[in-house]
T-cell receptor, first 109, second 115 residues
Framework: GQQVMQIPQYQHVQEGEDFTTYCNSSTTLSNIQWYKQRPGGHPVFLIQLVKSGEVKKQKRLTFQFGEAKKNSSLHITATQTTDVGTYFCAVQGAQKLVFGQGTRLTINP | EAGVAQSPRYKIIEKRQSVAFWCNPISGHATLYWYQQILGQGPKLLIQFQNNGVVDDSQLPKDRFSAERLKGVDSTLKIQPAKLEDSAVYLC?????????????FGSGTQLSVL
């Protein structure tokens, strides 16, 4: 079935530093979604990317979809303590959404 | 707008006991999902309903897990008998439809501990 690899598994940064997580697939993706899960919370939808090479921004968050639609990245500029959590990418498998293992972001204030 | 409601929030049981979880999706959402999230991992789909029909249950351990959504609204997920490896958070989610690209809205989950 559809699988997706997320790296890194963990990332610890100083507040104010940038953060990037990557999502890679061996097959071409129809679309990709990103979710954020705060500690003790549930996943919350952030964004969906559909087009090759698409770039979308939400304040300090920048999402990119690769030209070949096999990879995606989420970049956070100047992290804040509110960015703490686990970021998941999710891709469309056969009739279902398959989640990556996530990148857990911790921040030193 | 009310979100996805789940209960209970926490459950502790001993192995071989049974347990049931309840979920009420967002009003008007036709598609309902049950995900299992083991600590440190991403959510894994157990079963997906479209109205009251099952779309995908390929990863549901059917010898011990069952789920129903009889009236196409709320749903229950049951485990009988529970095993130690069933300790996880069980997340219910809903979406307006099951078309590709629909975003999922998750409930707060039920944290299950099997001792």
């Amino acid at each position: 079935g559809q699988q997706v690899m997320q790296i890194p598994q963990y990332q610890h940064v100083q507040e104010g530093e940038d953060f990037t997580t990557y999502c890679n697939s061996s097959t071409t993706l129809s679309n990709i979604q990103w979710y954020k899960q705060r500690p003790g919370g549930h996943p919350v939808f952030l964004i969906q990317l559909v087009k090759s090479g698409e770039v979308k921004k939400q304040k300090r968050l920048t999402f990119q979809f690769g030209e070949a639609k096999k990879n995606s990245s989420l970049h956070i500029t100047a992290t804040q303590t509110t960015d703490v959590g686990t970021y998941f990418c999710a891709v469309q498998g056969a009739q279902k959404l398959v989640f990556g293992q996530g990148t857990r972001l911790t921040i030193n204030p | 707008e009310a979100g996805v409601a789940q209960s209970p929030r926490y459950k502790i049981i001993e192995k071989r006991q049974s347990v049931a979880f309840w979920c009420n999706p967002i009003s008007g959402h036709a598609t309902l999902y049950w995900y299992q999230q083991i600590l440190g991992q991403g959510p894994k789909l157990l079963i997906q309903f479209q109205n009251n029909g099952v779309v995908d249950d390929s990863q549901l351990p059917k010898d011990r897990f069952s789920a129903e959504r009889l009236k196409g609204v709320d749903s229950t997920l049951k485990i009988q008998p529970a095993k130690l490896e069933d300790s996880a958070v069980y997340l219910c989610a809903s979406s307006f439809s099951r078309e590709a690209g629909e975003k999922l809205f998750f409930g707060s989950g039920t944290q299950l501990s099997v001792l």
